[in-house]
C-alpha cells in the first residue's frame, strides 16, 4: 500500500482480517463494505 502503510497497519486500522484487507484493497468487497472501511480510514487520518 502507499504512503508507508503496510497490510499489517491497515488491518489494525480498519479492525479487520487481513484477508478482508486485501480484498479491499483489490477491490474486491461489496460496495457497501468498501465504503464503509473508506469511512474509516479517513476518520483514522489516512489518506487516500
Known sequence: MRNGYNIK???DT???KPRE???FLA???AV???QELHERLMA???PL
Open 21 to 23: 484487507g486485501r480484498s
Open 27 to 29: 477491490g474486491q468487497l
Open 14 to 16: 480498519l479492525g479487520v
Open 44 to 46: 483514522a487520518g489516512v
Open 9 to 11: 497497519h491497515l488491518t
Open 32 to 34: 457497501e463494505r468498501t
